[in-house]
């Protein structure tokens, strides 16, 4: 499946086809970025709110070697 067919909704069903391959990591980011803006703005602050508490968690760790 090439990026430009990925919001082809006349495409093939793409969980029959396997992973989409990149020429490079830049299209691969540019696939994700796409994917990103298209998601639901709930989905969006889900996200976001995730990573917050992700972050908040692991500023708080400790480390500790025996």
Do not use: C, W
Not at 28 to 33: G, I, K, N, S, Y
Request: charged share 35%.
């Amino acid at each position: 499946m090439k990026p430009q067919d990925f919001y082809d909704r006349n495409a093939k069903n793409i969980v029959a086809e396997g992973a989409a391959v990149y020429e490079s990591r830049e299209a691969l980011e540019d696939a994700r970025l796409r994917e990103a803006i298209n998601k639901p703005d709930t989905e969006k602050f889900r996200m976001f709110t995730r990573m917050m508490r992700i972050t908040m968690m692991m500023k708080n760790a400790r480390i500790t070697h025996k």
